[in-house]
């Protein structure tokens, strides 16, 4: 069956790009959320199999949207997309149980390497 992924980003170009690579490869996209917030609430909402969390969004960042995520799900299967410079977020993130982080621009080969290896 196919992983149903949820993909959070404040950029709409961003999901629709990370989504048209990811349905491509069989994948589906069973939500998007424009900032952390939203992320939690549609987490919640959807139950997904994986989430692709945008590190900077306006409301709440990534990085506490995750933190929320693993705090009411301990079992949650994140990966973090961070933009270039932004290590020290990544580090917190990584310590704050995400299980991989892709760097923008994204290449999709890199993008489905981390997808395929965090939840197959
Ligand atoms: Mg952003």
Redesign the pocket.
Known sequence: MAKNILIC???AFMRMMIKDILTKNGYNVIGEAENGAKAIEKYNETKPDLVLM?I??PEMDGIQALKKIIAGDPNALVIMCSAMGQQAMVIESIQSGAKDFIVKPFQADRVLEAVKKVVG
């Open positions: 980003d404040d950029a945008d900077t969004m």
